[in-house]
């Protein structure tokens, strides 16, 4: 397969941005179209073969934008490849062990049947703004997570499957 891929993505501070942009990254570089953009910001996924759907996690719930984007699109990517990724864990837990889809993530990767999913360490920085995030940030929780080698890999992956097809 040499199609265009979107991954798009749900996210509050942007550290899921830039995981989903690292994904797109590798994309290309295994000779792949892909693009990484804001979930809120497609209107369609028609012109796309194959699609990666991440999402911050809050409070055991994927980000709202990305529940929304899959709520929209569900029909049309129940037709395509699809993989998810969560991020969020403000710990090196991730990166440790597998951690399993949140349960809203788990029904909609049966119903879509999407090919896999991964969890990522998070990121939460000073200056990052909202109550809770201050609250963490004071409590010395914060910290940037995220195991770019890790995202690399499971792009990687992605790439082999895609291009093997």
Excluded: N
Excluded at 7 to 33: C, D, N, P, Q
Excluded at 46 to 64: K, P, S
Excluded at 66 to 72: D, G, Q, S
Aim: hydrophobic share 40%; glycine share 10%; charged share 25%.
């Amino acid at each position: 397969m040499t199609g265009k891929v979107l991954i798009a993505y749900g996210t509050t501070h942007g550290s899921t941005a830039k995981i989903a942009e690292a994904v797109a990254e590798v994309l290309r570089k295994e000779g792949l179209t892909a693009e990484a953009r804001p979930a809120p910001s497609v209107a369609s996924i028609e012109t796309y073969d194959a699609v990666v759907v991440g999402g911050a996690l809050y409070t055991g719930r994927w980000h709202r934008d990305a529940r929304r984007f899959v709520r929209r699109h569900r029909r049309a990517l129940a037709e395509r490849p699809l993989w998810f990724f969560s991020s969020g864990p403000l710990d090196a837990s991730a990166s440790q062990r597998d951690i399993p889809p949140v349960s809203g993530v788990r029904r909609a990767m049966d119903r879509l049947g999407a090919r896999a999913h991964v969890t990522f360490g998070g990121c939460l920085e000073d200056g990052a703004r909202g109550r809770v995030a201050r609250m963490i940030l004071r409590s010395g929780k914060g910290g940037d997570f995220r195991d770019f080698p890790a995202i690399e890999a499971w792009a990687e992956r992605i790439a082999e499957e895609l291009t093997a097809a």
